[in-house]
Every structure is written in C-alpha cells, then in structure tokens.
C-alpha cells in the first residue's frame, strides 16, 4: 500500500525560542492542550550522540474532543447557550462575548441550524469578524449540538460576508449564512445551476438546499426593489 506524507515549512523573524512560545500560545487560544513537548535536539544528543539543530515536536490535542470522547453529555437550556457549550463555536477564550451576535435560526429536519457572528481577541485580526453556524437539537433534557462550521477574516465593513454551513448526508441537505447591514433579501446560486432565495432578517439569511454537496457558487444582495447591493463569488474549495 502506497502512503502519503504531508508537511510545510513557515519562515519566521524570530528565534526558536521566541517561535516555540507563540506556538504555544496560538495553540491555547484555540483550545489546544499540550499534552507532550519533545526535544530532538536533546533527544538525539543523549541517546546517539548526534548534534542537530533545534528541532521540538509539540504533542497537542483539541480539548473539547477529548472531553467528548470521554463520554461528557452536554445539554443546554436553549439554542444560545448551546452554541457555548458541546461543539458550538462560543465557547472558546478568545471570543469577544460582547461581539457576539446571533442571527437567523432556521428550522431544519429535527432540530435548528443557527447563524451568529463574533470578533476574536487576537490583535492581528482586528478589523475583522468571524461567522459560525451549528445544527442543534433538542432532546428531553436540553438542546446540543452535532456539527458547527466557522470562517474568521472577514472584513467587518463588507456590505455582505457569507460562509458555507452544515452539509449533512444524513438530514439530505446543503446550507448557506451569512450577514449584511442592509438589504432585503439574497439569491443563491447553487453548484448544480439552480437557484433559491433567502429572506434577510436582523441583517442574517440562513439559507437550506434539499440537497446534499451541492455548495453555494455565487450571492447577490438585493434591496426591496430587487436592485443589486452587492455579490459575492464562494471560494473555489467550496465547490463539491
């Protein structure tokens, strides 16, 4: 069987030291635990008596999967709370709480899918905003959730900023939100060539395709008198 190795390489200005603790320190804000921290270098020279330079492989695992996968059941009391807690995107400690804003929540199969918007603390991505929607459901004791996708980048005065949501085999559908300022409603055009049209609402759309992998290929934002506010062309990647 033939077998595929993968890896980068990023070029920095700073030293290892320096590069060593910013590793850690994005890997914190993204909920990553560092579970082992190996040092090649040292490694190599004690049990070979081989020199080489500075080389540290960081064992990192996300935390919130290793919470679930000992078992932890969590239940919330309605929609919002759960987008903070199980694999909702807002539970996360570089979220700016008072950022957050929940937009359209759409009725899909046996549960919701919800679209909310938020900034990070992270300084380098001031001036932008993150987007995240999640599929909840509820049970008889309490709302979870089972799938969240999120995008962060984007440029907080774009008149529109969309993303791709849950695409689910099991409820058979695709899904698209995003938000804008003004507006009054969006038209997408799907990969496939058809096309649908979502109400805004409180600057949000939340739109559901009964197909799934059919992505969204393009949106135009439209006033109340269907002129053109403006369009958006989905990434490339988003194509199935």
Same mark, same amino acid.
């Given at each position: 069987? !033939?077998?595929?190795?993968? #890896?980068?390489?990023?070029?920095?200005p700073?030293?290892?030291?320096?590069?060593?603790?910013?590793?850690?320190?994005?890997?914190?804000?993204?909920?990553?635990?560092? =579970?082992?921290?190996?040092n090649? !270098?040292?490694? =190599?020279?004690?049990?070979?008596?081989?020199? &080489?330079?500075?080389y540290?492989?960081?064992?990192?695992? =996300?935390?919130?999967?290793?919470?679930? #996968?000992?078992?932890?059941?969590?239940?919330?009391?309605?929609?919002?709370?759960a987008?903070?807690?199980?694999?909702?995107?807002?539970?996360?400690p570089?979220?700016?709480?008072?950022?957050?804003? %929940?937009?359209? *929540?759409?009725?899909?199969a @046996? #549960?919701?899918?919800?679209?909310? !918007?938020? *900034? @990070?603390?992270?300084?380098?991505?001031?001036?932008?905003?993150?987007?995240g929607?999640?599929?909840?459901?509820? +049970? &008889?004791?309490?709302w979870?959730s089972?799938?969240?996708?999120?995008d962060?980048?984007?440029e %907080?005065?774009?008149?529109l900023? $969309?993303s791709?949501?849950? @695409?689910?085999a099991?409820?058979?559908?695709?899904?698209?939100?995003?938000?804008?300022?003004?507006?009054? !409603?969006?038209?997408i =055009?799907?990969?496939?060539? *058809?096309?649908?049209?979502a109400?805004?609402? @409180?600057?949000?759309?939340v739109a559901?395709y009964?197909?799934?992998?059919v $992505? $969204?290929r *393009?949106?135009?934002?439209?006033?109340?008198?269907?002129?053109l506010?403006?369009?958006?062309?989905?990434? +490339?990647?988003?194509?199935?």
């Open positions: 069987m !033939q077998t595929h190795r993968y #890896g980068f390489t990023v070029k920095t700073f030293n290892f030291d320096e590069t060593s603790a910013a590793i850690r320190e994005a890997l914190q804000e993204e909920g990553f635990g560092i =579970l082992t921290e190996i090649v !270098q040292a490694t =190599l020279k004690k049990k070979i008596d081989v020199d &080489r330079p500075p540290t492989i960081f064992g990192a695992l =996300l935390l919130l999967l290793l919470l679930t #996968g000992c078992g932890e059941d969590t239940r919330s009391s309605n929609p919002e709370e987008l903070h807690d199980g694999i909702g995107l807002l539970g996360r570089h979220i700016l709480e008072e950022s957050v804003v %929940i937009g359209q *929540q759409r009725p899909v @046996n #549960g919701l899918l919800v679209a909310y !918007q938020w *900034q @990070n603390k992270n300084p380098t991505q001031e001036g932008t905003r993150c987007l929607s999640t599929h909840l459901v509820q +049970d &008889r004791r309490g979870y089972t799938a969240s996708f999120g962060c980048g984007l %907080i005065d774009k008149a900023v $969309a791709r949501g849950p @695409n689910s099991e409820l058979g559908l695709s899904s698209v939100y995003g938000f804008a300022p003004e507006g009054s !409603q969006v038209e =055009l799907w990969w496939d060539g *058809q096309m649908t049209t109400a805004l609402e @409180n600057g949000s759309f559901i009964p197909k799934n992998l $992505a $969204a *393009q949106l135009t934002l439209l006033d109340e008198q269907g002129e506010l403006d369009e958006m062309m989905m990434p +490339d990647y988003f194509k199935p």
